[in-house]
Structures are given as C-alpha cells and as structure tokens.
C-alpha cells in the first residue's frame, strides 16, 4: 500500500468516527447552539488526569460529581429558545435553570466513558440530544423536544437511561394541571413565532391533564429518604390550584454524614446559581407550595 493510499484510509476512517454534531445543530450557527466553549474546555482539562476514576464511579455519583463542577454558575432561564424556528440540540455553560442544570451534568457523566478524544461540544451535544427529545432524536421542531418532566421520566425510562422509582417508593396519582406554557406562551420564543406549536403544546397538555400525575408526598419522603442515593434526579411537584404541576428539578446529594441534601440551579428570587441547599425534607418543607417529588434514577 502506497504512503498516499494510507493516509488517505487514515484520514478517512478518522473522519467517519469524529463526533459530528447533530443534524439540527448543523444548520444553526454553531456560537448558537453551543455556549461556554472556554468553560467547557477548561473543565475537560480538569478531568482528564481524573479521567479513570471518574468512570469507575458508578453513573448517579459520577452525575453528582459533574453537578458540584457547577456549583456558583449563575441561573438563566429560557437558554434553549434559540432561534426563531429551528430547534436544535443547544448547550450553555455560562448560565444553567434547573433543568440544563441537571441535563448538562449528565451528559457529562455520560461523555466521560468515551475515549478523551471524543471528549468535544458535538458529543456534549448528541448526548444533550439523547435525553432532550423524544426517543432521543430531534426532528429539527419544538414539538420533539420533552418540555414536561412527567414526560422526560416516562420517555427515558422507557429507553432504559433512568429508573422512575416512584410508584415503587410510594408515589400515588393526583390531577394534573398542566396549563404553564398555554397560560405563558409568550414567554416562549419558538411558541411566539409559530402558533401551530401553540397549538401542539396545547394538546400536549390536554393529554397530560387526562393523565394522573404520580408523586410522593412529602410527609412520605421522610419513610423512604433511606432510598434515595446521590445523582438520584429529584422532580418537586407543587400545589397548582386545585391539581399540581412539576415545577423545579435538582440531584440528590447524600454527604458524608449521611443527609440528604437537595442540588439545583436556584431561581433568582432565591440564590440566583447553582448551590447544594438544605437537606431535601427541610427544603420541601420551607416552600409550602411545594407537595412531592418524583424520583429518576440514571442507569446509563
């Protein structure tokens, strides 16, 4: 084989296994689509002489290392309203909600157990994609993408990625209200643009009203608290009228003497980043709307 012939062959089995983005992230700006390239880079530099233990930890404590990484990154919300049409797998690092909060952390934990020179934004970005959207795949419109957690918990389990543990740990059905993003569309930039998507969300929540929404309630947690283990994703169920919505998601944090403590990104009314709080039971009780929680845990 001729020197040329091989570099070639080389070249191209180099470049039919390099991390591509995901289909939709191509066609906007990749500035759009991936924020913090600076942070991301340092933090892989940070993990790589970790690298071997890192993966040696199992995926919910690994989950939980990545979400102390954060710790202090300010809150921003409405981060994946991007473009005015086109939806996209999107990270950014420089801002988190209490959702890509938890979603960036573990596509971290995930990326992780890849070779190092897999560790890039384009693999961040399909495993964002991976646990984002419906079956795992973006179809380029607002409608694939999981905007209720309910949905996510249900959606990811049946894919095998998490455990819903929580009809197992006492969880029992109660009405939805499901009304949020009809009530606010404005707040919603693909929604402000595009009624039909108005219209898709409407009937998305139409069918999760019919749907009991199944939580512990909190003066159960305290029976089943033993349960919950670090990188455990927590969704809090709060008091909506006369049915309940999920509201906010954060990580189990279990420290060294044994409390159970709640991790999230804080809304700005309260810390405004991302902090480890009180311990769970006290910050349900503190927030008196607040009625349960449902229980995801990772498994790959």
Same mark, same amino acid.
């Given at each position: 084989?001729?020197?040329?012939?091989?570099?070639?062959?080389?070249?191209?089995?180099?470049?039919?296994?390099?991390?591509?983005?995901?289909?939709?992230?191509?066609?906007?700006?990749?500035?759009?689509?991936?924020?913090?390239?600076?942070?991301?880079?340092?933090?892989?530099?940070?993990?790589?002489?970790? #690298?071997?233990?890192?993966?040696?930890?199992?995926?919910?404590?690994?989950?939980?290392?990545?979400?102390?990484?954060?710790?202090?990154?300010?809150?921003?919300?409405?981060?994946?309203?991007?473009?005015?049409?086109?939806?996209?797998?999107?990270?950014?690092?420089?801002?988190?909600?209490?959702?890509?909060?938890?979603?960036?952390?573990? #596509?971290?934990? !995930?990326?992780?157990?890849?070779?190092?020179?897999?560790?890039?934004?384009?693999?961040?970005?399909?495993?964002?994609?991976?646990?984002?959207?419906?079956?795992?795949?973006?179809?380029?419109?607002?409608?694939?993408?999981?905007?209720?957690?309910?949905?996510?918990?249900?959606?990811?389990?049946?894919?095998?990625?998490?455990?819903?543990?929580?009809?197992?740990?006492?969880?029992?059905?109660?009405?939805?209200?499901?009304?949020?993003?009809?009530?606010?569309?404005?707040?919603?930039?693909?929604?402000?643009?595009?009624?039909?998507?108005?219209?898709?969300?409407?009937?998305?929540?139409?069918?999760?009203?019919?749907?009991?929404?199944?939580?512990?309630?909190?003066?159960?947690?305290? #029976?089943?608290?033993?349960?919950?283990?670090?990188?455990?994703?927590?969704?809090?169920?709060?008091?909506?009228?006369?049915?309940?919505?999920?509201?906010?998601?954060?990580?189990?944090?279990?420290?060294?003497?044994?409390?159970?403590?709640?991790?999230?990104?804080?809304?700005?009314?309260?810390?405004?980043?991302?902090?480890?709080?009180?311990?769970?039971?006290?910050?349900?009780?503190?927030?008196?709307?607040?009625?349960?929680?449902?229980?995801? !845990?990772?498994?790959?």
């Amino acid at each position: 084989m001729t020197h040329t012939r091989r570099q070639f062959l080389t070249t191209l089995a180099a470049a039919l296994t390099a991390p591509l983005l995901p289909a939709n992230a191509g066609l906007l700006p990749f500035d759009t689509v991936f924020k913090g390239r600076e942070r991301f880079d340092a933090l892989v530099a940070q993990i790589k002489p970790k #690298a071997e233990r890192i993966r040696a930890l199992p995926i919910g404590q690994r989950l939980a290392w990545f979400g102390q990484i954060f710790l202090g990154t300010p809150y921003k919300g409405f981060t994946l309203e991007i473009d005015d049409k086109i939806e996209a797998p999107s990270v950014n690092l420089n801002g988190l909600d209490c959702w890509t909060f938890f979603e960036v952390s573990l #596509a971290l934990a !995930r990326m992780v157990e890849e070779p190092a020179e897999n560790w890039t934004p384009e693999t961040m970005l399909r495993f964002i994609e991976l646990d984002r959207y419906w079956g795992g795949k973006c179809d380029g419109t607002y409608l694939s993408r999981l905007h209720y957690l309910e949905d996510w918990l249900h959606d990811n389990a049946k894919r095998g990625l998490i455990r819903d543990l929580t009809r197992s740990l006492g969880g029992r059905g109660f009405p939805n209200s499901a009304v949020e993003m009809t009530n606010h569309w404005k707040g919603y930039r693909y929604m402000r643009n595009n009624p039909e998507y108005r219209v898709g969300i409407s009937q998305l929540e139409a069918r999760l009203r019919r749907e009991p929404l199944v939580f512990i309630p909190k003066a159960n947690i305290p #029976a089943i608290e033993d349960k919950i283990q670090t990188g455990d994703i927590i969704g809090i169920v709060a008091h909506d009228g006369d049915a309940y919505g999920t509201s906010h998601v954060g990580l189990a944090l279990r420290k060294d003497n044994g409390a159970l403590h709640f991790m999230h990104a804080s809304a700005p009314s309260n810390y405004g980043k991302v902090v480890v709080d009180m311990r769970l039971i006290e910050y349900l009780d503190h927030f008196k709307r607040d009625a349960g929680i449902m229980i995801a !845990r990772p498994l790959k």
